[in-house]
């Protein structure tokens, strides 16, 4: 290969940002319309470069565009293209307008684009939540700190939690829309434009609520791209976690979840196995996106201002990002709804691990005692009964050994009591589950 082929291909981007087709062409569909208006180029001109742009687009939608590897890009490609089927009228779309407006034009309208989809993404995974906890709100199972048994929660609970991360990231994601939605077209190379261009008419036309405001700044920013990876990387790491569960959870040794055969797949070697891959997938690919961010963060670290060509380094990264986060959000919808939960094993795993032991010390405050004296008496008690299961094996002979302010009544105390006695705002008590998932359904849509 000679050098000029080679550098070719080096400098290209077309085999990658062939994917804002649409954006580019709706991006110049509206500066010609401007131009027209303006009494830039005239009306006749305005309708010849539109229906010649609109041609473009169904070539390339129906597959019957013949990309040029040797045009760089994507708007090179698209101007050569109608340069063919109009001739040389086809360079008067071009005034005003440098690639380097248009390019972060393009992006910021498939950003835009993007994060809505994002968001009904998240939303759907949302409401498939939402409903396995409304099913499951009276489930006990064991909660954990530090991975060890902790005190008895009810599944609901435990699933809303998840829901409460994704509404995060619905909150992120509209934010990264609010600055995303800046029209930078207008702002030329990198100075402006000399022509009576109308930016708030291309703004419109394009759905964008803002114009920039300083040129140098428009064709240089990409923290919208850097915003929309980071996102991306939150909910990733939301997701990781929810998979890492659903891993340990499906394991022999926990068994509190199966997954659909949809969602597992075998091993070429031990019959037996049903493996959650996709789930595994899922906390694998986080890494691709963490990568991502710090490629985009690193990448526009030391760019002297305006536009320099390491700017085109932004898409990649982008756009494996957005497949990435949308498959994922997609995949785990489907895992959740079709999951199912062993509740019996869940309630039966409360029987180990003395998860009462709060509930005794509470009760002891109950009776007077202060609570930390309480936390030691019940300590004692537990090392005592290391040997059980629980303490619901004590009598209460055994139980008076330790204070005398236990009393019968400490044998009222169980894993139900436990979890129905948690009823403060955010609690794991069906009751406030109940509410919260009612709260939740009003609020996913929003
Ligand atoms: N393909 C380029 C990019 O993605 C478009 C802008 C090129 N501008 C330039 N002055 N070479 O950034």
Known sequence: MDFKSFSNKYTSSIHYDKRLFHEDIEGSIAHINMLSSQGIVDKEDKKIIVDGLKQIFSEIESGNFIWNEKLEDIHMNIESRL??????KAGKLHTGRSRNDQVATDLRLYVKKIVD?????IKNLQIVILNQAEKHVEVIMPGYTHLQHAQPVTLGHHLLAYYEMLNRDKERFKAVKEITDVLPLGSGALAGSSYPIDRKFVAEELGFSKVSNNSMDAVSDRDFVIEYIFS??????HLSRLAEEIIIWSSQEFGFIKLSSDHTTGSSMMP???????AELARGRVGRVYGHLIGMLTTIKGLPLTYNRDLQEDKEGLFDTVDILNQT????ESMIMEATFNTERMLSATDEGQMLATDLADYLVGKGIPFREAHGIVLQLSKYASNRNSFSELTLEEFKNFSDKFDSDVMDITIESSVYARNSHGGTSPSEVRK???IARKKVDV
């Open 329 to 332: 959000l997609f995949a785990f």
């Open 272 to 278: 037996q196995k049903h493996n959650p891959d996709l």
């Open 117 to 121: 989809l994002t968001i009904e993404s």
């Open 83 to 88: 340069y063919e089927i109009i001739g040389n």
């Open 232 to 237: 991306s990387s939150l909910c990733m790491a």
């Open 436 to 438: 919260a998932i009612q």
